[in-house]
C-alpha cells in the first residue's frame, strides 16, 4: 500500500457482494480495501478503527440502517466520504442519504468503471450526483414544497452571484457549466464555491445541494 491509495471501506450484508466488491476495488493500483462491515453498526465501529477516506455503504443493514450509519459517521470531524449503494431508485433513500452527509449515490447496478470512478471522486471531495438524482430531488421538492427545513436566513451572508452559482449547482451543473451559464472563469467558479462552501458550513457539493432546496432558493423545473 502506498501514500497515495484511497482506502476504501465496504458495509453490505450481503458477503458475496462485499467480496465481489473488493475483487474489483483492489484490481486498481490507487485504491485498497481496509475492512468490510455486514452492519451499520459495525461500519460505524470500523471507520473509527480503519479510517478510510470512502465508505461504500448499503441502505438496508441489520441493527442499523445504512442511513443512520452515514448521519453517525460524518458527524465527526474529519469523517471519510459517504458513497451509497443501493438497489432501490428511490427519493426517500436518495434525499435521506444526502441529508444524512453522504457526498454520492449510486445503483448497485452501476458498471463497474463508474463505480471505481465515483470512488475517486468523492474521494477528491467532490460530490456524485448523477442527473438523474438532481431530477428526482427536484421533482420531489416541487411535490413537497413544505419539505423546506431551514430558514431562509441561512442565505443571508450569502451575495447575489453566490446564490446564482448556488442554484446551478442544486440543479446539477458542473463547474464547466457554470462557467458557461453565467460567463466567469474557471477560477471565479471555484472561488464562489469555496465561499458556500464556508459560509454555510457545507462539508461537500452534496450539501449546497440539500441547502439549496431546503432553505426554498431552489424549487422549481430547472431551466
Keep these: 500500500m502506498t501514500d497515495a491509495q484511497i482506502r476504501v471501506l465496504i458495509a453490505d450484508d ?40 470512502v465508505v461504500l455503504m448499503d441502505v438496508r443493514m441489520p441493527e442499523m440502517d445504512g442511513i443512520e450509519a452515514t448521519r453517525r459517521i460524518t458527524a465527526h470531524e474529519n469523517a471519510p466520504r459517504i458513497l451509497v449503494l443501493t438497489t432501490f431508485d428511490l427519493d426517500e433513500y436518495v434525499y435521506s442519504a444526502l441529508r444524512a452527509g453522504a457526498s454520492g449515490f449510486l445503483l448497485k447496478d452501476t458498471p463497474p468503471v ?29 411535490r413537497h414544497p413544505e419539505s423546506a427545513r431551514r430558514p431562509a436566513g441561512t442565505l443571508a451572508g450569502v451575495t447575489d452571484r453566490e446564490r446564482e452559482v448556488l442554484v446551478l449547482i442544486a440543479r446539477g451543473l458542473r463547474n464547466s457549466e457554470i462557467e458557461h451559464h453565467l460567463h466567469l472563469s474557471r477560477g471565479t467558479v471555484k472561488t464562489h464555491i469555496g465561499r458556500l462552501l464556508a ?6 457539493r452534496a450539501q449546497l445541494v440539500i441547502v439549496g432546496y431546503e432553505t426554498g ?3 422549481s423545473t430547472p431551466t
Design 199 to 204: 459560509k454555510l458550513d457545507a462539508r461537500d
Design 14 to 53: 450481503q458477503a458475496l457482494l462485499r467480496g465481489s466488491l473488493r475483487v474489483l476495488i483492489e484490481t486498481e493500483p490507487d485504491l485498497v480495501v481496509v475492512g468490510e462491515a455486514g452492519t451499520g453498526a459495525e461500519a460505524v465501529d470500523l471507520v473509527r478503527a480503519e479510517n478510510p477516506d
Design 217 to 219: 432558493l431552489v424549487g
Design 114 to 142: 463508474q463505480l471505481l470512478d465515483a470512488v475517486r471522486v468523492v474521494a477528491s471531495g467532490e460530490a456524485l450526483l448523477a442527473p438523474t438524482v438532481t431530477r428526482r430531488l427536484i421533482a420531489e421538492f416541487v
